[in-house]
């Protein structure tokens, strides 16, 4: 059985989610349908919605369910920009923090490529949060020109926690509406969407226990948004396509346990996590902590390091082939390795970048599992470093001193 | 053993996992990203560097069951493959891509980083033969199936590398047997159309790729006698041999067609004439990499191969330092238009000896 640190990656569904999605999966009934069975799915996913709401500090009305956090960031994104622009056509510029997942990057510049946006990319400091000097200067020069600002609430990668009270105080200021997607936060810190001020806010089924391929936007009410599919006119209007029951049902399940634990759960990560943080550099002394060191300003259950010399790779397959399983950063990036765009953004150098290991942990995680990792990551560091960077070009001369 | 098995994501690499799997060593799947580009270098499946081809790649392992993983080696194929075929052509050469990559990338990148992480051997799906007779030293032969024979683009290994390879493929009937086999254990790749073209060069137009990389480069043709027959955009674009695309002006003054002969880099000049020029007696090699060294500095007798699909030809060799003198055998049916750049492999029998880079050639004596 092999250890499973990379819950921030997708996390084991609770038994409490898989009951409520086995019970509707038998059930008949498209919740648009008019008849009972259709009634008694719409009720279903009603509930649903409600039981999100309620765990997240939304109304009923504010929940836009979709087919996972990905389509949430595109909506938020796209559909923030077409309606703000609509109202402004002088709103065209796109603020986003340079560490943002993908999932809202690159929404971002396919607006830029396709839809007549300017893409601002806000910096962070090295501990990878967001420098609100500089978005605060953003907005005093060019703030009658934003038409929407996307901040994470927890950076994935390093779990850098962002100041979003403060982000949504200022763009509020400017008319600016703000998105924090909030894959990684839910259930590990608390999140209440009508407190934060924000404006629209993504969350994802499987990263808190609930099945995978569903999730929502919550989208303030009153809020312009303009619909990115087209279809049937559900979600009024915002999102067509029918409506998942089975998913809908579990997702709220999960979100609504998750975010009852969190009292307990999140300390009992922060302490355990705190343990590997520790014993990693007790075995690893040059290993670098990436991210906040301050404990209580990043996600409780994230250690993230880069390991001098070593190629992330390298020690991904290490660990794997020693029955222990992490990631170099977000597994979308998984692939083509590319050094992350989070920890460039920090400051750390491309070499640094390439030897960045994350561990995240989750509700199934022990003390046993960070033993595991503790008695088996010496042995891999000291491997990966002697396989090096080999990726890297060695010194050639042009022309003959290849051969 | 603890076996990496280079997966392109075609069929051939598939099996050979598959035939590593099956003979019980411990595999992981590597896929090799060679290609700056995110997106790719070319389109379609021909090449080895296509996003399809990594999901093909990743498809297979999960069939056979093993881990996979991308290694990006592409700083490094286009620092030593991408930029010795751009320097050669520059330099008036013919390069052979698949041969530097080999030699750079599978059986020294690959290999090394692959050793220092544990492996025992790295495996691809190369159609050529390892023996170790008595035990000893590996021998490189070709491959059971001639027309599949992969042993002139391994040559350039030396025995340290060809001691931590594996080539499960030697053995096979042919390649319609190998897609049999592909289907058989389900792997989706099995009707995968081959990969011809250089990988890296976008629908196989290499002078294409040569121009934009290159730039126009403009120059004289002459003849023999040194008189100018024509002009090129480029030298890079002739290979020596070449008749079609000379586009000269005037006919040769005894009517017969003419052929490039030679490249001078330094004047940027092409050399044209008759077929007869072109005719090989011998061949100095260098940057020599041995398999099988002959003893002392004689001649001995084997047979050289200077082309992937070409025919090796009786000779005599020797080795002299690092470099090679090869004397092709009177009446040999000839080698023609042998270009400086060209790897020459020696053969004795089905085993490879040893390889080379073609420095220079001697002409045939006159029959």
Redesign the interface.
């Known amino acids: 059985m092999s250890v499973y640190l990379d819950h921030a990656a997708t996390t084991p569904m609770l038994p409490e989610a898989v009951r409520a999605f086995t019970e509707s999966l038998v059930r008949t009934g498209n919740p648009s349908s008019l008849h009972s069975s259709g009634r008694a799915a719409r009720r279903a996913v009603e509930e649903a919605r409600e039981q999100l709401a309620a765990a997240l500090g939304a109304r009923p009305s504010e929940v836009v369910l979709t087919a996972g956090g990905t389509e949430a960031d595109n909506l938020a994104v796209k559909g923030l920009f077409w309606a703000r622009r609509a109202q402004d056509p002088a709103r065209r510029r796109i603020l986003v923090s340079a560490v943002e997942h993908h999932a809202v990057l690159d929404p971002a510049f396919w607006m830029a490529e396709h839809a007549g946006a300017e893409i601002v990319l806000l910096p962070v400091d090295s501990d990878g949060v967001l420098r609100i000097d500089a978005l605060a200067a953003e907005l005093e020069a060019h703030g009658d020109a934003a038409a929407l600002l996307s901040v994470m609430w927890a950076n994935n990668e390093v779990g850098a926690l962002q100041p979003l009270a403060e982000v949504a105080a200022l763009a509020h200021r400017h008319g600016v509406p703000v998105h924090a997607d909030a894959v990684q936060a839910v259930g590990q810190v608390p999140v209440d969407f009508a407190a934060s001020g924000l404006d629209a806010l993504t969350v994802s089924g499987h990263k808190v226990g609930g099945p995978m391929g569903v999730g929502a936007l919550l989208a303030r009410r009153g809020l312009d948004l303009t619909p990115v599919l087209h279809g049937g006119g559900q979600e009024r209007g915002v999102r067509s396509g029918t409506l998942d029951t089975p998913s809908a049902a579990a997702f709220a399940m999960a979100v609504e346990t998750a975010v009852a634990a969190r009292p307990v759960v999140a300390p009992r990560l922060a302490a355990l996590r705190d343990r590997l943080v520790a014993e990693v550099r007790r075995v690893v002394p040059d290993a670098v902590l990436r991210g906040p060191a301050d404990p209580t300003l990043r996600l409780p259950a994230n250690a993230h390091f880069t390991f001098p010399g070593c190629e992330g790779d390298s020690l991904l397959y290490l660990l794997d082939s020693a029955g222990v399983e992490c990631s170099t950063g977000s597994a979308c990036q998984a692939g083509v390795p590319q050094p992350s765009h989070v920890l460039l953004a920090m400051g750390a150098g491309e070499d640094e970048a390439r030897g960045a290991l994350r561990f995240t942990l989750g509700h199934t995680s022990t003390d046993a599992d960070v033993d595991t990792l503790v008695e088996v990551l010496p042995a891999a560091v000291e491997r990966a470093r002697a396989a090096g960077l080999s990726g890297r070009p060695r010194t050639v001369s042009a022309t003959g001193g290849t051969r | 053993m603890r076996v990496l098995a280079a997966l392109s994501g075609g069929v051939d690499s598939a099996v050979a996992a598959a035939r590593a799997v099956d003979a019980g060593h411990e595999v992981?799947g590597v896929h090799m990203?060679l290609s700056r580009n995110?997106a790719q270098l070319r389109s379609g499946s021909r090449g080895c560097c296509s996003?399809e081809d990594?999901g093909d790649a990743r498809r297979a392992a999960d069939v056979l069951g093993i881990?996979y993983?991308?290694?990006?080696?592409?700083?490094?194929f286009?620092?030593?493959v991408i930029?010795?075929f751009l320097?050669?052509y520059a330099?008036g050469r013919t390069p052979n891509p698949c041969v530097?990559c080999n030699?750079?990338i599978k059986f020294e990148?690959l290999l090394?980083?692959a050793l220092?992480?544990?492996f025992d051997a790295v495996c691809t799906g190369h159609y050529a033969r390892i023996e170790r007779p008595g035990g000893g030293q590996p021998e490189l032969h070709r491959a059971r199936d001639a027309a599949k024979d992969q042993s002139y683009v391994l040559a350039v290994m030396g025995p340290e590398r060809l001691a931590r390879s594996m080539f499960p493929l030697g053995d096979a009937a042919s390649k319609d047997d190998v897609r049999a086999e592909a289907a058989a254990r389900g792997l989706s790749v099995s009707a995968k159309p081959d990969s011809y073209d250089i990988c890296f060069v976008a629908d196989g137009d290499t002078q294409g790729f040569l121009r934009e990389r290159l730039g126009a480069r403009p120059g004289e043709v002459v003849d023999t006698t040194g008189a100018v027959v024509g002009a090129h955009d480029g030298a890079y674009a002739y290979t020596i041999g070449q008749r079609k695309g000379l586009a000269l002006g005037r006919p040769a003054p005894d009517g017969k067609p003419r052929y490039v002969l030679s490249i001078e880099p330094v004047s940027n000049t092409v050399v044209v004439g008759p077929a007869e020029a072109l005719r090989v007696g011998g061949i100095q090699g260098d940057?020599a990499v041995w398999l099988a060294r002959p003893e002392g500095d004689d001649w001995s007798a084997c047979a050289v191969q200077v082309r992937a699909h070409g025919e090796a030809v009786p000779a005599q060799a020797r080795a002299l330092g690092d470099e090679v003198e090869v004397q092709l055998a009177d009446g040999a049916s000839g080698l023609q238009g042998v270009a400086p750049g060209q790897s020459l492999v020696l053969y004795s029998g089905t085993q490879v000896l040893g390889q080379a880079?073609v420095r220079a050639t001697t002409p045939a004596a006159r029959a």
């Open positions: 992981v990203a995110r996003i990594a881990p993983y991308v290694w990006d080696l592409s700083e490094r286009e620092d030593t930029a010795d320097s050669e330099a530097r030699e750079h990148a090394d980083k220092a992480l544990g940057a880079t």
